[in-house]
């Protein structure tokens, strides 16, 4: 019989226009899935974004303000004129810029718009590293080792708390992110002056001062787990993906699944993922990331929102996520029950950025030619063509290359292949560098962890 409260439910969420609140390579790829959906597209710009790509294939494209982001796709108000002006009935924020800003949600919401992502609590939960690890543990989620409250003020407690999880450990910032607000402390000593710089930096960039410490884990990969929530109570994880490759904290290669780790280690995990949506209501897709060491996961944060490496996961279990995410926001049901989630094969993301291969310096200007690779388990997501300026005011990333192949060995030779035949001119890339990494031996044996690409840089430099 149907269910006369999710009927309501579902008329209301239904829309037929979708404004993308986001630029660059995602822009395309959200308006692609929009598309499919037999959606139409509303694209936004800032000054510098005019000539995107983009602009040209949507339903409709308007410039919503200046180059700075503050001003533009950050600009909240802007957004939701430019959403009502339009007709708009879905804001999707894609990744970065206002994807994980609970009260645009929620202003979206009111305005009677549906926001493609969950709901402002389980953002603000989410948001807050501690409240999240406290969500967490009470779903049977496994943390790192570490009280789920913020450190109290006094001297004595916090020198009791640090010395039972034992030295090393980490002081985070509850409202941290992007890799900031975190410090590594080694001895008693260092303790304090490493508490006051970390509440200090977290007042001023994340206007909390709130913090927690946990064990510093001295070697872990990263493994994160993808999961797809409607608002009918239906969850399900996609499988896993290691995103251990990374340079000061930014993820650099993605792969899926990630290697070594069975089905028996990983599946509770998953489950226990699940099972933390279910309990706090999440709706649409999220990522569970985890710190891999010993055999052990240990949770440290959850990503409400779609991921920059969501497409390795779409190549290994063949489900558009995007595509996904969009139709649980019209408040459909999951097309997918978990015992028909198949993984297979295996994926790789390399991330193709506009920068100095040895300095990493931004790399701006205008890109004179360009040749990107095709053929079978080869994928390209990317808004750049010959005469494509890439501008000084945003991220750097101009490309995500992807590669699926059944076999690791099989998609390091294919990367390795369509890395050769990529070719960028105008700009300087990091793509000499990742042609070098897919040469590299302990790369290839699956050998890594989270410092093993600063490592290996420091021994190219020969430092
Ligand atoms: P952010 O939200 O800034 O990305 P995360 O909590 O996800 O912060 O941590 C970012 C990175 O910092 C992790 O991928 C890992 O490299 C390192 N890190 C965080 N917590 C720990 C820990 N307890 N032990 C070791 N490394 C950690």
């Not at 933390?276 to 240990?298: K, M, S």
């Not at 291969?357 to 890109?367: K, Q, R, T």
């Amino acid at each position: 019989m149907a269910d006369p409260v999710n009927e309501v439910y579902l008329a209301d969420r239904r829309f037929d226009r979708v404004l993308i609140a986001n630029r660059g390579e995602i822009a395309e790829r959200i308006q692609r899935a929009c598309r499919e959906l037999g959606l139409k597209t509303v694209a936004i710009c800032s000054e510098a974004d005019r000539q995107a790509s983009y602009g040209k294939t949507a339903d409709s494209f308007l410039c919503i303000g200046p180059s700075n982001a503050a001003g533009s796709y950050l600009n909240q108000d802007a957004i939701l004129l430019a959403a009502h002006l339009i007709g708009a009935g879905a804001i999707h924020p894609g990744y970065g810029f206002l994807s994980e800003n609970a009260a645009f949600s929620e202003a979206v919401e009111k305005a009677g718009i549906a926001f493609i992502g969950p709901e402002a609590p389980s953002i603000a939960t989410m948001g807050d590293k501690i409240a999240a690890k406290r969500a967490m543990i009470l779903a049977g989620v496994p943390c790192v080792p570490g009280p789920d409250t913020a450190l109290p003020d006094d001297t004595a407690s916090v020198e009791r708390i640090a010395r039972e999880i034992g030295y090393p450990v980490i002081i985070k910032a509850a409202g941290g992110g992007g890799g900031r607000g975190m410090r590594v402390v080694h001895e008693a000593e260092q303790l304090h002056q490493a508490i006051a710089l970390t509440r200090e930096e977290a007042r001023q960039a994340f206007g909390s001062a709130a913090l927690y410490v946990e064990k510093f884990l001295q070697h872990p990969r990263h493994i994160e787990i993808q999961v797809l929530c409607d608002i009918h109570d239906n969850a399900v994880w996609l499988g896993h993906r290691d995103c251990s490759m990374q340079r000061r904290h930014q993820k650099v290669v993605e792969e899926a699944p990630a290697p070594g780790i069975s089905a028996d280690m990983i599946g509770p995990v998953g489950l226990a993922c699940v099972e933390a949506c279910r309990q706090i209501g999440y709706r649409g897709v999220g990522t569970f990331e985890f710190l891999y060491e010993n055999g052990a996961f240990y949770f440290i944060e959850m990503n409400t929102r779609l991921q920059v490496e969501h497409p390795v996961t779409e190549m290994t279990s063949g489900i558009d996520i995007v595509r996904a995410q969009i139709m649980v926001a019209q408040g459909l049901p999951l097309e997918m029950r978990q015992d028909e989630v198949e993984c297979a094969g295996h994926s790789f993301e390399c991330r193709i950025n506009a920068e100095d291969p040895e300095s990493f310096l931004p790399s701006a200007g205008m890109i004179s030619d360009l040749a990107l690779p095709e053929g079978q388990g080869i994928r390209v997501d990317t808004h750049i063509h010959a005469g494509y300026r890439v501008s000084p005011y945003y991220d750097s990333l101009i490309a995500k290359l992807i590669v699926h192949a059944p076999t690791r060995a099989d998609a390091m030779a294919k990367m390795r292949e369509a890395l050769s035949a990529t070719r960028i001119e105008g700009i300087s890339t990091n793509l000499p560098l990742l042609r070098a990494l897919f040469e590299d031996e302990g790369f290839a044996r699956g050998e890594t962890d989270i410092h093993y690409l600063e490592q290996w840089l420091r021994q190219r430099r020969g430092q």
